[in-house]
């Protein structure tokens, strides 16, 4: 029979969330955390996310833990984005750094969590077995942690290899001299395409959707920019929490996309292709994320620039988005994608015209053709956001199962708890930012959050705490009505669950800014917890320690 280990708080994760989470209840609030991940290592996204050409979208110099001076000044990122092994890299030093793995349990998949309201226990059931309760559970599960390979018929007929990006092989792939298929235009896909392109006889890319690539301008990290970042550093984190994304360094727009003259459009917009990234471009008006008009003011531009890549204009024309707004799906910024597309040996299937029928022992059938491939790499996304937390079963012991409670869509407070479910914290769950900012940013303020509300429970002698049911309403229906007020909802994307058949479509980030949203958490904590309900420490001690 398995023991049952005892904690004071339980983490599931171990990505920059998990880790940041295991810090601050271990360090600040001298808890007994134990920490379950399903990898074989820290990091997460970083971890699983291995294909050739996965980079951050976010600069380097902003995509880092913030809350230690100390740790900032001593790391050095070599570009201006960090790529994959770098940044994985430094979230290993962060967990040598801060001694995180002595509590960390690797290769353990989380299936299962109740609670317990007459003990207030949470109870986790493993994979391989193993039971662990603590008073806290913390998810800390990742928006993008669900790779997703749609359910193609014939999938397992093909007799060639197949990869996900998301799943990618620790020991690399070799692409040479393979006639290789990508399923998905998405970031990885985007990412991944010239890599590959670079190595395989030849490349084939099956496009349902047109995206909107933005260039990455990425480089050298510029030392100058790095040194006067670095002496700044506090006044940049603390800047980036006073904007939407999170994102320090880009002055935020006066104007109106349609009161400028087209020729001043075009000036700016050049510009900011010619400087890279993607907040600058939607940085460029006030309005381009509300105004229909305005934005198509940047998609014109944009299809400008991919006809004037890409040599053959038919293949230019499939390559140019025409079914949502620009922005609306996340922006995906390349390096040499679209110049991809002018080499001889790719090849771009457009899957929305003639869709991928089945996958045959020897390639992939459209609904026009068939096609042979020695390799096949879906790079077709996940089930964001939602997706790992219904992987585990997650129950109170009244009955109440968060996949149920999750049926139409997900309800939650803040995106940080939900109703009926005491003690268990998300970072960055549904109806938060997460998605839509600066993510080590929004990890570290969800866990200051939490941390910080733990504190004031054992203060107040205070055992449990849940959002009520109306509260969660109410900041679930905020969350729609300010989606509601923008662009965002006209795309069919991943942050509506369009990506997944059957998935209930509801816009799921908070996208009213990350500025807007701390001011709401730090006042929900000021009014002692507004939204809130707690239960008193008469059973059980938040500071408990020692297993078994
Ligand atoms: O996944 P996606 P991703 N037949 O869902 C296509 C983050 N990220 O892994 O658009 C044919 O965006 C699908 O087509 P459609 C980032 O937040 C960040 O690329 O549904 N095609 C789409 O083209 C990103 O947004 C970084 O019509 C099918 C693609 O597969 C998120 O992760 C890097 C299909 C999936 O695109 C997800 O990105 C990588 C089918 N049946 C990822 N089913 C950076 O930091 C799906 N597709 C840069």
Known sequence: MSTVKRFDALVVGAGVGGLYALYRLRDKLGLNVQVLEAGGGVGGTWYWNRYPGCRCDVESLEYSFGFDPELEQEWSWPERYGNQPEILQYV??????FDLRKNIQFETRVNHATYERKTNLWTLRTESGGTFTAPVCVMATGNLSVPRVPDFRGLEDFEGETYHTGLWPHEGVDFNGKRVAVIGTGSSGVQTIPIIAGQAETLTVFQRTANYILPAVNGPMNREVEAQHK???REHRKAAYETPFGISGYPPPTKSALEATPEERNALYEQKWQDGGQISFLYAY????????AN???????????RSIVKDPNLAETLCPNDHPIGT????????YYETYNKQHVHLVNARKAPIEALTPNGIRTTEAEYAFDAIVFATGFDAMTG???????RATDGRSLTQDWEAGPYTMLGIMCAGFPNMFMITGPGSPGVKSQMILSCEQHVDWIVDCLAYMRENNQAAIEPTDKAQHDWTMHVKDVADATLYPMAASWYMG?????KPRVFMPYVGGVKRYKAKCEDVAAKGYEGFTFAAADKQELAMTGDD
């Open 231 to 233: 002496a700044t550093y």
């Open 329 to 336: 799906k996340r922006l995906v910024l390349d390096t040499g």
């Open 92 to 97: 290993n030093h962060v967990a040598d750094r």
């Open 498 to 502: 369009a990506n997944i058949p059957g």
């Open 296 to 306: 198509k003011t940047v998609r014109e531009f944009v299809h400008g620039k991919i």
């Open 286 to 293: 006030t309005d381009i994320l509300t105004n229909d008009d």
């Open 388 to 394: 790992a937390l219904k992987e585990i079963d997650i």
